[in-house]
Each structure stands twice: as structure tokens, then as C-alpha cells.
């Protein structure tokens, strides 16, 4: 009798650490970043006359928003003859077939979410998110003073917050729905992994974690669906 109540307390411990387990493999952790600049593949095009951003985007089957979020083009009309495009994807040049009957206004336009996020610190911006010679950069990043607050730039939950390859002291925040934050480059991340922070919230220090002699900066980017997106494009 003695050893069949033994048997049954160790299989409910063996069911319960089961269980633990399984609960522990639902945890998703946050999805590795890429390195801060990566070889992008793609090309450039040459804006051709009569050429509009949504004819060349139809030639070449790539989406309107993402070249525009590549090539920081907030307005389609404003580009030129001669302007350089990168056209993510694409492996040798198209002839687009040019209209002066496109109108980009009854066309597909460009989504500009500005406001959704705060600034995470106020300087200029020193380095483009986007394509600069064959390399794509996921962020913009930001001059800043050493020992500047970084706030976060919306309410949610902390992820990641530690050393990160390639980015230095990094703290990653999720957000609700679909998007995600990541502030790079601190020299003291002060938000913890699980922490709940609400907007405006300081959760860094800039200015200690650089390669070489670079300037005190932060790297930051807006990820949807782990993505990376065009802060300026969101930002106000």
C-alpha cells in the first residue's frame, strides 16, 4: 500500500513539472534583431521622365510604402527626374512605361502614422533609417549629451533589457497590437525585463556603450510584426 502511494506522488510530480514546462515553452521571446546596418538586397533606379513612385513600384511588384519608408519619401510628387530609388528585391533594372496620365493623388498613397510614438529623446537626427551604399539601416539614430534620459516612447511591456550584439546596453518594449520599440547604444538601461512602463517613463541613460570614437547616440527603431519601419514615419 505504502509504495502505491509512493507511485502516485511521483507521477503528480512528474504531471506537474510537465506542466510547469509547457507553460514556460509559451513564453515567446522577443525575435533576434539583425545587425544595426545589414547588407540589403535590391538595386537603384533612375527616375525616368513622366515616371511616378506608384508606376515604378507596379513595374517592379514591390510595395509603395516600404519604398518610400527606404527612401524617406513622405510626399510622391516631390520626386524628380534623375532621383535615385532603391527598389528592395529586385535584381536587374525594368523598363517602367511611363504615363503623364498617372495621378499619384487617385493612386495607392503613402500611410504616415506620426504621433502614435513620442520622441525618445529630443537632438537631430544624424543618421537615416534606410538604404546608404548597399547597407540598410533598421533605425535612425540620434545625437544626444552622455547621460541623457531615454523615455519610452509608448506604454508596454519590457522584454529585453541587456547587452545586445551589435547594439550595446539594449531595452526593448512591447507594445500593444503589433509593434515593438527598441532603444540601443545606453550607457545604464534602468527599466527590467517585465517591467510595465507607461509612456514618458525614463527607462535609460545614453552615452556609454558607442563603437569607437563615435558620438554619444541612441539607436532607435519601430518594429511592426518585427519589422522594421520608418520612425519618421511615425514620430511627431
Known amino acids: 500500500m505504502q509504495f502505491v ?36 538586397e535590391g538595386l537603384y533606379h533612375i527616375i525616368g521622365k513622366n515616371e511616378t513612385l506608384w508606376r515604378i513600384c507596379k513595374t517592379y511588384k514591390v510595395s509603395i510604402q516600404e519604398v518610400a519608408e527606404l527612401n524617406n519619401i513622405k510626399n510622391p510628387a516631390r520626386i524628380k527626374v534623375g532621383d535615385k530609388l532603391f527598389i528592395p528585391g529586385a535584381r536587374q533594372q525594368l523598363k517602367v512605361k511611363a504615363s503623364q496620365q498617372d495621378s499619384e493623388g487617385t493612386t495607392p498613397g503613402i500611410v504616415m502614422k506620426k504621433g502614435i510614438f513620442i520622441w525618445p529623446v529630443k537632438g537631430p537626427v544624424i543618421t537615416q533609417f534606410g538604404i ?48 515593438a520599440t527598441v532603444y540601443a547604444n545606453n550607457k545604464t538601461n534602468l527599466a527590467k525585463k517585465g517591467d510595465a512602463v507607461k509612456t514618458r517613463q525614463v527607462i535609460a541613460t545614453t552615452g556609454g556603450s558607442g563603437e569607437g570614437n563615435r558620438a554619444p547616440r541612441l539607436h532607435f527603431q519601430i518594429r511592426e510584426k518585427n519589422q522594421a519601419r520608418n520612425p519618421l514615419f511615425y514620430l511627431p
Open 132 to 179: 546608404d551604399n548597399g547597407f540598410k539601416n533598421d533605425g535612425i539614430d540620434i545625437a544626444v549629451a552622455p547621460g541623457t534620459s531615454v523615455v519610452a516612447a509608448y506604454d508596454g511591456q519590457v522584454v529585453f533589457s541587456s547587452d545586445l550584439k551589435g547594439y550595446g546596453k539594449t531595452i526593448i518594449i512591447q507594445h500593444r497590437d503589433k509593434y
Open 5 to 40: 502511494v509512493l507511485r502516485l506522488k511521483f507521477s503528480f510530480i512528474i504531471l506537474l513539472l510537465i506542466s510547469l514546462l509547457a507553460c514556460v515553452s509559451r513564453v515567446t521571446p522577443p525575435a533576434p534583431l539583425p545587425p544595426p546596418t545589414n547588407k540589403s
